[in-house]
């Protein structure tokens, strides 16, 4: 009947600003409710508002992005309804400001499971039992976030974690917060800062065994919410944790690790990527013996046959691999589980328990005509060809890539530098949209790639067998779609032709699933994907987990090293017979006496540049395009650090 | 007055018009709990413990303030009333002390005895502490706000019965309380001190600061004043320990002003003359009542006429005035009566 929700705040409103997604909207104000994405399309009128458990009022619309927690909204619109009841009825006097206490709790790291059920019970209690109407409205709020957010609260009280870097007492700096693996930013930079590169790195190296790889390679979540691009520019994070580890060289440079003196038996890793190594650094640090098996002949995943060498050059990644092999850690290459050796067999042969990290390497198919002609090439298996054969070479060919990812500008970079005469980027949506880290895609287009945005493959031209050249049509951007972003859709008859001999596919990866090797593994496997718990990364098999692309599809390589590093501590905690999951403390925010003498340098000082090879020289070979922070650099750099682990 | 019938918990039960469902469950015998209804105020609605099911009505109405209806089908223990009630109950509970026995109200508290009907146990709630805004200045009663769970019968007795309006709630929500215009002690305020919301208050928070319970009680009038209100005196031995007013009394209803129900301390007081004394050489010595009347009858010889004049008081019966006139005017021979009142 009314407008959706989806119109009013796309059409009308114009849609969320700076780039960042939906989270969910607030109608009928403090007493209304919350309703999230997948209620896009509710239409806006009485009825509906209210089944949704909302409510039309005239407290306006508040629409919130993802820098929003949705249990400070709660508590937030829960604290008015609260100072506004009356108070002459008990369940809205006493009941709300039971309520609010358990918010507070809550959101201060105090709360615990059991909160959740009470704050069910005495939503249902001030509906049914309350006076008037604001008493019946007041647990809206809340009650419809623990409905559709309940994830966050859970966040809160088991994880001590609020991933909008809202609520205070959870949240040591933006930057720390951010960070899938919670590396303590402020630290190693202010490290960085008095000239102690080492103990930065060792700093780093206590959780994340790929300072160097992350250093070069990571999307910089941090970066995005570091308080000082509020100020100027965001800290160069990333480019310092490189700068690091280029600086001291690992193992000699680096403190030893300390490995624990018991022995908690045999383990064994599945794949050797991130997920799988970063398990191997720590299950071997707390006293087990590791053995990871690697289907491939070489060692780290797609950090070795993904991303391509001109971003991530072998030599880094493989000291660092070497470093996790001192620890005794013993990686067989060549050995693909559900073929060379079976998972069960593995347990029999006294693996006490067993980490899974294949990764997601499977090449998703455009299933357009013509796409098992020759000349077609999978994004992913064409970056494992370049990577692993030195012969290929692309001289005078044509190249279209189609896709908007990591996967997509790697293969038109990597095509680029095995002498392609012409790359070309097909994308369906604008190049606002493009997943791609926005350095690559201006990186790329640098190099001489051509972005063809707003277009998409039809059919892949040809006769006998070869690629003749691939068919597209234009694309506009049509309704909504609920990741907030607008729906590509074919403008009839706009076709056009791209005169190329090859097509690389880079559309998105699944696992190969082959390790399971058929039947009697239906319990670990959801829509292509392992099931793992978030927490402890545990599957439904006792002393099997599972973690990394293989269980979120493809993500980031400080992910799969997140992953791995939840899955060790919950494997420790399995092999010595303890409770999976512990919530950890909060963290200490005390401030140290040397806060007082830390003044970050003034606003308007610049970031630091990364340098860079020039592109037309650098767009002939593999050489790493970024070439380092100076010292001098680096250390003004850590500079600009606000400190906010120590704001008061 | 024209009866009809309702079904209350499948019991017929006749009610009249203008009654709640409260009111006629009540005259049926049919106990539902409640804390703020009262049947000398109007329905307030407030603590929600009197909520019921009504066949074809919408939610849980109250029975304090739902008329019954002829036909009405009420339940009073289905599993949402109780949801309510018990939750009502255990949030009072949460934010309440908890020292009943050394309480005032110990044993005759409403909020007490309906935690025991609704048989809490234990305690979900986390425990809220309100500030313990104590007020010790009316010298009858003491007012500890930490005990009151804001029924509000204070307040509407206070203005509905006695029009006086003294206290009043203070604030909203959690921070709601029940104070004086200008938050004074109550001394200051307009209160009559007349106990009236110390009598109906369901609990501790209102309590006289005579702390000792009757033994027995004994039925009479107060002798202040002529309106003659029906008092129960609570004694204690020999003590008179406490007076309340009688609600069955036609002149009362159970209402009392200050001095009938706290004005009787000078019954048991220690400085109370307890025989007559008359004075020897500039000292009052104690005498016997015959010593006593005749130095009375012999003196009063000396003054018939209009040099005598009789005062009488308020506080005697109709019949005691009208001997001391007939004794003034036959006896001593004047017409000069008169009485306290008038003065
Ligand atoms: C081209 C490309 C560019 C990327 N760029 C970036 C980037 O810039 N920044 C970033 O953060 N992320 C990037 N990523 C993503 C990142 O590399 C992955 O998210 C990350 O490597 C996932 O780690 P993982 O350990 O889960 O799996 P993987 O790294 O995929 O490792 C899984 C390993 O398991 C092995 N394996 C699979 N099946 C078996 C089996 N049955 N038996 C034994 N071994 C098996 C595989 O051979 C593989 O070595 C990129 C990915 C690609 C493909
Ligand atoms: S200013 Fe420093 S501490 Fe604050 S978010 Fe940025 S890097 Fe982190
Ligand atoms: S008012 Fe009633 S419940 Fe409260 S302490 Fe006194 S006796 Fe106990
Ligand atoms: S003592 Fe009487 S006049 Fe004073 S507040 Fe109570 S009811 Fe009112
Ligand atoms: S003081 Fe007594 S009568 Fe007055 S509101 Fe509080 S509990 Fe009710």
């Given at each position: 009947?009314?407008?959706?929700?989806?119109?009013?705040?796309?059409?009308v409103g114009g849609g969320i600003p700076d780039h960042k997604s939906f989270k969910a909207a607030q109608t009928g104000g403090p007493i209304g409710g919350c309703l999230p994405s997948s209620l896009l399309d509710l239409p806006i009128d009485y009825e509906s508002l209210t089944q949704a458990g909302a409510m039309m009022g005239s407290g306006g619309l508040i629409v919130m992005d993802e820098s929003t927690c949705m249990v400070d909204v709660a508590k937030y619109f829960l604290t008015f309804a609260q100072s506004e009841s009356c108070?002459?009825?008990?369940?809205?006097?006493?009941?709300?400001?039971?309520?609010?206490?358990?918010?507070?709790?809550?959101?201060?790291?105090?709360?615990?499971?059991?909160?959740?059920?009470?704050?069910?019970?005495?939503?249902?209690?001030?509906?049914?039992?309350?006076?008037?109407?604001l008493g019946g409205g007041t647990p809206n709020p809340v009650l419809s976030t623990l409905e559709h957010f309940r994830h966050e609260y859970e966040e809160h009280i088991l994880d001590k974690h609020c991933s909008a870097g809202v609520c205070k007492s959870l949240v040591v700096a933006p930057c720390q917060n951010t960070c899938p693996l919670g590396t303590p930013v402020p630290q190693y930079v202010g490290l960085i800062a008095k000239g102690a590169f080492q103990e930065a790195l060792d700093l780093v190296r206590e959780d994340n065994p790929f300072p160097g790889v992350c250093g070069r390679v990571c999307p910089r979540p941090c970066e995005s919410a570091c308080r000082r691009g509020t100020v100027d520019e965001p800290v160069a994070i990333c480019d310092l944790k490189r700068f690091i580890a280029d600086e001291v060289s690992l193992p000699e440079g680096s403190a030893p690790v300390v490995v624990a003196a018991e022995d908690l038996g045999k383990v064994a890793v599945i794949g050797s990527g991130p997920a799988g190594l970063t398990a191997a650094y720590h299950l071997a640090k707390q006293g087990c013996r590791v053995t990871?098996?690697?289907?491939?002949?070489?060692?780290?995943?797609?950090?070795?046959?993904?991303?391509?060498?001109?971003r991530l050059p072998r030599e880094v990644l493989n000291s660092e691999i070497r470093a996790i092999e001192e620890l005794a850690v013993q990686i067989h290459t060549g050995m693909r589980i559900g073929k060379d050796i079976d998972l069960d067999e593995l347990l029999a042969r006294g693996f006490r328990a067993v980490f899974v990290a294949v990764g997601a390497h499977q090449s998703n198919k455009l299933g357009i005509p013509g796409e098992e002609r020759q000349g077609v090439l999978h994004g992913t298996n064409f970056l494992r060809d370049v990577n692993l054969n030195g012969q290929l070479s692309m001289a005078g060919r044509s190249v279209a890539v189609v896709g908007g990812g990591d996967v997509a500008i790697d293969a038109a970079r990597s095509a680029l530098r095995l002498a392609a005469r012409e790359v070309h980027v097909v994308y369906r949506r604008s190049s606002e949209e493009m997943p791609a880290q926005q350095a690559e895609i201006r990186a790329a287009a640098e190099e001489g790639v051509k972005f063809h945005y707003l277009a998409a493959p039809k059919q892949v031209l040809g006769g006998n067998g070869a690629v003749e050249g691939l068919e597209c049509i234009r694309m506009q951007l049509g309704g909504w779609d609920s990741s907030g972003r607008r729906r590509p859709e074919p403008v009839a008859g706009s076709e056009f032709h791209l005169d190329v001999d090859v097509l690389i596919p880079a559309i998105g990866q699944s696992p190969d699933l082959g390790l399971f090797n058929g039947n009697g593994h239906g319990d670990l496997v959801n829509r292509g994907l392992i099931m793992a718990d978030r927490r402890t990364m545990a599957t439904q098999r006792p002393g099997v987990f599972a973690g990394?692309?293989?269980v979120t599809g493809p993500a980031t390589v400080i992910q799969a090293i997140a992953a791995g590093a939840k899955a060790a501590k919950s494997m420790v905690r399995y092999l010595k017979g303890e409770e999976l999951f512990i919530s950890p403390g909060l963290p200490?925010?005390?401030r140290p006496p040397e806060a007082d003498s830390?003044?970050?340098?003034?606003?308007?000082?610049a970031r630091s540049r990364m340098p860079e090879l020039d592109p037309e020289r650098r767009k002939r070979d593999f050489r790493e395009v970024e070439t380092g922070l100076t010292r001098q650099s680096a250390v003004r750099e850590a500079g600009r650090c606000l400190r906010c682990d120590w704001e008061e | 007055m024209e009866t009809f019938s309702l079904t209350i918990d499948g019991i017929p039960v006749a009610a009249q018009h203008g009654q709640t469902i409260l009111e006629a469950a009540r005259t049926a015998g049919i106990y539902i709990p409640n804390l703020c209804a009262d049947p000398d105020l109007a329905p307030y609605g407030a603590c929600r413990l009197c909520v019921v099911e009504v066949d074809g009505a919408r939610g849980l109405p109250t029975a304090c303030s739902t008329p019954a209806t002829p036909g009405m089908v009420v339940r009073t223990d289905t599993p949402n009333v109780n949801m309510v009630r018990r939750g009502v109950v255990e949030l009072l509970i949460s934010d309440h002390p908890e020292d009943c026995l050394t309480?005032?109200?110990?044993?005759?508290c409403e909020l007490q005895k309906i935690a025991a009907y609704v048989g809490v146990r234990e305690q979900r709630f986390r425990k809220l502490h309100r500030p313990p805004i104590v007020d010790d200045s009316n010298p009858f009663f003491r007012r500890d706000l930490s005990k009151c769970i804001l029924c509000g019968k204070c307040v509407r007795a206070c203005a509905e019965i006695l029009n006086v309006g003294a206290v009043n709630f203070i604030n909203r929500g959690y921070r709601t309380y029940i104070g004086t215009l200008g938050e004074r002690p109550l001394v200051e305020s307009n209160c009559e001190s007349c106990g009236l919301c110390v009598e109906v208050c369901p609990t501790g928070a209102l309590a006289s600061k005579n702390g000792k319970a009757p033994s027995r009680e004994v039925n009479t009038i107060c002798g202040y004043c002529a309106v003659g209100c029906g008092i129960k005196l609570g004694v204690r031995g020999q003590e008179l320990v406490g007076s309340t007013g009688d609600p069955e009394n036609e002149v009362n209803h159970g209402n009392l002003c200050v001095k009938g129900r706290y004005g009787y301390g000078f019954v048991n007081h220690a400085d109370r003359l307890t025989s007559p004394l008359i004075k020897k050489d500039g000292d009052f010595v104690k005498a016997s009542w015959d010593e006593a009347l005749d130095l009375i009858a012999e003196n009063f010889g000396k003054h018939r006429g209009d040099a005598f004049g009789v005062l009488s008081s308020a506080r005697c019966t109709n019949e005691e005035n009208y001997l001391i006139q007939k004794f003034a005017r036959g006896v001593m021979g004047t017409n000069n009566v008169d009485h306290c009142a008038r003065l």
């Open positions: 009947m009314g407008i959706k929700l989806r119109d009013v705040i796309y059409e108070g002459k009825c008990v369940p809205c006097r006493v009941g709300s400001k039971q309520m609010l206490e358990i918010m507070e709790d809550i959101a201060a790291g105090r709360g615990e499971m059991e909160h959740l059920d009470q704050l069910q019970y005495l939503s249902k209690l001030l509906k049914m039992g309350s006076l008037c109407a990871v098996f690697e289907a491939l002949p070489v060692v780290g995943g797609m950090m070795a046959v993904g991303i391509p060498e001109y990394g692309d293989a200490d925010k005390t830390w003044s970050p340098a003034e606003g308007g000082t | 309480c005032p109200r110990n044993q005759h």
